[in-house]
């Protein structure tokens, strides 16, 4: 069941929330759990078995490592034969995911979850769980599951032990939920709707004008979804509880690529800089192979988003230019802060096109027409795109960026900023109606963090 759905927000939530706050103490794990499981099953029961089979073997393998420890070729061994074997199938299972009735939804999240909590025993980071719904509610935490972001086992026991639930907790969590769901159902759905308008336009004919305009929709569209999603799982986690990882801190207008890229999916760059590259080559003092690493690294989270030439040309490239600014280009950008801001507006524009586009023939002719090889410079396609969308175009630019964050946090403080924060309620009320009416109104759309 996705949570973005009305019977997810009108009955299901009501409901989870009800029962959760009034059963003991003792019980609630439990029927976290519980729920987990339903509502992963929603619609299609034998979604269930994949998670629950590698559930059985996370946590008997954890328990493995930890009687074989004092062996290192053994234990090696062990964690090398599940990463590839939960990779594959994760692999294999999102590649036929159309056809695949088993395809479970955040499948890519559960994996690099259940491979982080074997990573972390083997490294002596925390012991393995002995108690199993703990290990079945770490893995399957439906807000986590179905949203991101990735969080450690060690992170999850602090949070067990130090957890309180109340009114306020309850209230900031359901604040923040309906702020995440405005920014996928009103935005992220409304730049998907102009993303999938543009998209029926063939590359070939596009101008340099509405080849921008579909690779910055595009931008928008990714950013607000995810971020929309993100921010629904914190929501949810604060309402139950658990306080979940910031995945996405305002990217856009940031001076370089390195700055971009700390700000956008956070923790799954964490992830794989704690679970990969550091794990790997941290023996390792040759700055060739730290740089090897790096850019391998980034090779490896191009293809957490797919399998494919052009998620893996973009992980690559991604690796290249942030190896680059690191090397030859930090003191630069420090000085030559507005060029910084246009070189990685621009930079990521180009790397988005990889994403969107089928192919790397459909990316060059997309980049051709960037460029202005393309169906000439402006047509009346693009200038109707530009006129009528300029308006959500930049609202979704200045929510993306420091300068929202900023000006909201000064607002905050201010006698005037303490007034109106009086009528958050309202505001937020008001806010969840617009969300329901936009849901009932657009209907489903495709959903982006299916790929995840």
Partial sequence: MQIASLTFVMLVLPALLLIYYLIPDKARQGFLVLSCFLLYSYGNPVRVLYPSAFLCYDYGTGLLLEK?????????GIVCFSVLIQIASMSYIRNTAQENEFFPFGIAIYTLQGLGYL??????????????????????????????????????????????????????????????????????????????ELQQIAPENMSMLTAWLTTIIFSMYLY?????????????????????PKNFSHPFFTPSMTAFMKSYNITLVLWFETNFRRLLFRKYSDKYAYHTGFILTWVFIGAWYGVRIKFILWGFLIGILLLNE???????????????????????????????????????????????????????????????????ILSGFYIATDLFRNITERMSVSDFGQKIMNFMPLFHGALLILCLASMLYDGQHEHLWLWM
């Fill in 68 to 76: 074989v420890r004092k062996n290192r070729i053994a234990s090696t």
């Fill in 119 to 196: 990573i972390g025993v083997y490294r002596r980071h925390h012991a393995p769980a002995v108690n199993f719904i703990e290990l079945a509610l770490y893995l399957l935490f439906f807000p986590s599951l179905f949203a991101g972001g990735l969080f450690s086992y060690t992170d999850f026991t602090k949070q067990k032990q130090n957890k309180h639930l109340n009114i306020i907790s309850l209230s900031d969590g359901l604040s923040l939920f309906i702020r995440g769901l405005a920014e996928k159902v009103v935005l992220a759905d409304t730049f998907g709707y102009i993303f999938r």
């Fill in 224 to 244: 607000f979804e995810l971020l929309g999603y993100s921010e629904m799982a914190r929501g949810l986690g604060r309402c139950f509880g658990y306080e979940l």
């Fill in 326 to 392: 690191k090397l030859f280009l930090e003191k630069i950008i420090k000085k030559q802060y507005i060029a910084g801001i246009v070189y990685t507006a621009l930079t990521s524009q180009l790397l988005w096109v990889l994403f969107f586009s089928s192919n790397l023939t459909e990316a060059g002719i997309y980049w051709k027409a960037m460029f202005g090889f393309g169906n000439g410079i402006l047509d009346q396609t693009g200038i109707y795109f530009l006129v009528s969308y300029i308006a959500l």
